[in-house]
């Protein structure tokens, strides 16, 4: 939690090429909290000096608000210190002011399983609620799982010089919501106009921009196979990957007919991309007597598909 003030007192204001004097103010007061719970709570067990259980289940908790007030006015008769309030000045009063909140609740558990350290697995699921959503599609839900196996031992297994293998496979889902506050709902803009009366102003509101009131969480799906090594007394390291990844529902803002009062929706959740490629690591680390060195080494690949950007 913090806060702050700001003052900017500008005796000069340019316009063109000439300076005349205005003597302006130009005040902010900022008030900006977060809130972040978490509990976690744990549990791990052998039996039988072959089975290893662990299982770990939490929540968390993040709550921002900001809150921002401004004031702006000119005409002080001079710059002196002890007249730079809002109140001594004497024309073009302006005033602004906003409140933003938003909020992530999460739920997450994992449970992982080691029989021997030979057979390995791991599932994990996160359920998601985000303040950015219509309480429709507020919240998401966000599995994954893994499996290894190491073959290094195996009773069937004799390489002398391997000294670990593992194969393993992962798949498993994440969730974006990155669309700004309030996607879901327009903010509304104001606006003053004069009907009879032209010395007399009055206020209407119209939403600010297209609004989505359906949109809902972005998903990243991603399947990975790979491979480790470990040989010479684990002097040599080798990882080897693929991966293919797909993101749908992807959150655009597409452009539209200026027909409708605005310029491009609002979020949309039609775009969907492919990536895919290999990864491979390599590390030797060696030592002669007191000198040790290591040399590392990784290639990549990547094939990027856009599949989809919506109806453009």
């Given at each position: 939690?913090?806060?702050?003030?700001?003052?900017?007192?500008?005796?000069?204001?340019?316009?063109?090429?000439?300076?005349?004097?205005?003597?302006?103010?130009?005040?902010?007061?900022?008030?900006?909290?977060?809130?972040?719970?978490?509990?976690?709570?744990?549990?791990?067990?052998?039996?039988?000096?072959?089975?290893?259980?662990?299982?770990?289940?939490?929540?968390?908790?993040?709550?921002?608000?900001?809150?921002?007030?401004?004031?702006?006015?000119?005409?002080?008769?001079?710059?002196?210190?002890?007249l730079q309030y809002?109140?001594?000045?004497?024309?073009?009063?302006?005033?602004?002011?906003?409140?933003?909140?938003?909020?992530?609740?999460?739920?997450?558990?994992?449970?992982?399983?080691?029989?021997?350290?030979?057979?390995?697995?791991?599932?994990n699921v996160r359920?998601?609620?985000?303040?950015?959503?219509?309480?429709?599609?507020?919240?998401?839900?966000?599995?994954?799982?893994?499996?290894?196996?190491?073959?290094?031992?195996?009773?069937?297994?004799?390489?002398?010089?391997?000294?670990?293998?593992?194969?393993?496979?992962?798949?498993?889902?994440?969730?974006?919501?990155?669309?700004?506050?309030?996607?879901?709902?327009?903010?509304?803009?104001?606006?003053?106009?004069?009907?009879?009366?032209?010395?007399?102003?009055?206020?209407?509101?119209?939403?600010?921009?297209?609004?989505?009131?359906?949109?809902?969480?972005?998903?990243?799906?991603?399947?990975?196979?790979?491979?480790?090594?470990?040989?010479?007394?684990?002097?040599?390291?080798?990882?080897?990957?693929?991966?293919?990844?797909?993101?749908?529902?992807?959150?655009?803002?597409?452009?539209?007919?200026?027909?409708?009062?605005?310029?491009?929706?609002?979020?949309?959740?039609?775009?969907?991309?492919?990536?895919?490629?290999?990864?491979?690591?390599?590390?030797?680390?060696?030592?002669?007597?007191?000198?040790?060195?290591?040399?590392?080494?990784?290639?990549?690949?990547?094939?990027?598909?856009?599949?989809?950007?919506?109806?453009?």
């Amino acid at each position: 939690v913090y806060s702050s003030q700001s003052k900017d007192f500008n005796p000069t204001f340019t316009e063109g090429n000439a300076n005349r004097t205005i003597n302006s103010l130009s005040q902010v007061d900022l008030n900006y909290s977060d809130f972040i719970w978490e509990n976690t709570m744990n549990y791990s067990r052998e039996f039988n000096q072959k089975h290893l259980v662990n299982i770990l289940v939490g929540n968390s908790l993040e709550s921002v608000k900001t809150d921002r007030l401004s004031g702006y006015r000119e005409g002080f008769s001079n710059n002196e210190s002890y007249l730079q309030y809002l109140d001594a000045g004497s024309s073009n009063d302006q005033s602004r002011g906003n409140l933003t909140e938003w909020s992530l609740a999460s739920f997450y558990s994992r449970a992982n399983y080691s029989y021997l350290d030979k057979y390995l697995i791991s599932t994990n699921v996160r359920f998601d609620g985000s303040s950015r959503f219509g309480k429709a599609n507020r919240w998401g839900v966000f599995p994954s799982a893994s499996a290894g196996w190491r073959i290094s031992k195996e009773s069937f297994f004799s390489v002398p010089f391997i000294d670990d293998l593992k194969f393993r496979a992962s798949w498993g889902q994440l969730g974006n919501q990155d669309i700004g506050l309030y996607a879901f709902s327009s903010v509304m803009s104001q606006s003053f106009y004069t009907l009879g009366n032209p010395q007399k102003l009055n206020v209407a509101y119209s939403p600010a921009s297209d609004f989505n009131p359906d949109v809902k969480w972005e998903t990243t799906t991603q399947t990975d196979i790979g491979l480790d090594l470990a040989a010479f007394n684990n002097k040599l390291s080798l990882s080897a990957d693929y991966y293919y990844k797909k993101t749908t529902d992807m959150l655009l803002i597409l452009p539209q007919a200026m027909t409708s009062g605005f310029g491009s929706t609002g979020y949309e959740n039609v775009g969907s991309i492919e990536n895919k490629g290999l990864e491979l690591q390599f590390t030797w680390k060696e030592h002669v007597g007191d000198f040790r060195y290591s040399l590392g080494a990784n290639i990549a690949t990547l094939k990027n598909k856009v599949l989809s950007l919506g109806a453009m």
